[in-house]
């Protein structure tokens, strides 16, 4: 079995994406399998059909890989690929689709609101208050996030936002412990909480440089309140329409979670949450990329001797 693995792209994401993809590639190489690393660029049509691969490790973060474009790219070739499908894919990517799905599922989730005109602004401090986090709609990695605190400096934040990224939306700020819970063949792993050691919150840099972030697992919680949010975490994988893995991140303020957005292609570098929860609950790296696999592979009735 021919095994694609797809990373890079243009996105924002780009060198998160390439670790990721270097680091499964490495996984799948020490386990025996045929696999090919794949940069794609933006003729990524060409270069999918030329590997002619069996299966696509899909590796990609922001867009056009995590948003359902490749996904809806492999299914018109009838290629399998690992992770979310189309609709899952594009509706984690959409961050007020996601808290849509949210809401409707009674998951806690901050208020918001989306800035489509100036006046928009000044609405949102008034429902929402100070502080106040402002958010592109479709990034990933924290990318854009901002916490505004003076009323002054929202609307210059959102303007230059909405140029920068276009959709954008103010969210009601919660203060307390940043934490993430991932999935797993459909099951919920351990709860992870971060604490960043120099950023306000959990921000790009604090995700992605080593020694900025302390990471605790199991989070610093209660038993009951770490299975209230496994189940909620299950919930909205399921809700959203995940397959496999998906990784729900969190804000918990006293006893109660608040959910900021699902990843439905989470990053499985070296310094990723994923891996690490999965660490906790005895699963190594390798196994973590194997069970990927052969998720998929069992799905597309793969013969079980590939994946023995």
Not at 114 to 122: H, M
Not at 206 to 214: F, H, R
Not at 247 to 271: A, M, S
Not at 281 to 298: N, P, Q
Request: charged residues 25%; proline residues 5%; hydrophobic residues 40%.
């Amino acid at each position: 079995m021919r095994v694609g693995i797809l990373c890079g792209g243009w996105s924002r994401e780009r060198e998160i994406s390439l670790l990721t993809g270097k680091k499964v590639y490495e996984s799948l190489r020490r386990q025996g399998y045929e696999c090919f690393l794949i940069d794609l660029n933006q003729n990524f049509a060409q270069q999918i059909r030329e590997a002619k691969i069996d299966l696509a490790f899909i590796c990609l973060h922001g867009k056009p890989g995590e948003d359902g474009t490749i996904q809806g790219f492999l299914e018109l070739l009838g290629i399998p690929y690992t992770g979310s499908g189309v609709g899952a894919s594009a509706v984690g990517m959409d961050k007020i689709l996601t808290k849509i799905v949210f809401s409707y599922y009674s998951i806690p989730t901050p208020e918001f609101f989306l800035i489509e005109r100036e006046e928009d602004v000044q609405l949102a401090i008034e429902k929402l208050g100070l502080p106040i986090v402002l958010k592109p709609r479709y990034e990933g990695s924290s990318i854009g996030v901002k916490i505004l605190r003076e009323k002054e400096d929202v609307l210059p934040a959102v303007l230059s936002a909405k140029e920068e990224f276009g959709s954008v939306f103010l969210e009601e700020y919660i203060p307390g412990m940043n934490a993430t819970c991932g999935i797993l063949a459909d099951k919920p792993l351990p709860i992870l909480e971060l604490v960043p050691k120099r950023q306000e919150f959990y921000d790009y840099k604090a995700k992605y440089t080593e020694g900025e972030t302390e990471f605790i697992c199991p989070a610093r919680i209660s038993e009951d309140l770490a299975k209230k949010i496994q189940k909620l975490s299950l919930l909205a994988h399921k809700a959203i329409g995940c397959r496999c893995y998906s990784r729900l991140d969190l804000v918990i303020c006293g006893e109660k979670p608040y959910f900021l957005e699902i990843n439905t292609l989470p990053g499985l570098t070296e310094l990723s949450d994923l891996p690490k929860e999965a660490e906790v609950a005895g699963i190594s790296y390798d196994e973590l990329i194997l069970t990927i696999l052969k998720w998929v592979s069992i799905r597309n009735g793969f013969p079980n001797q590939i994946l023995s």
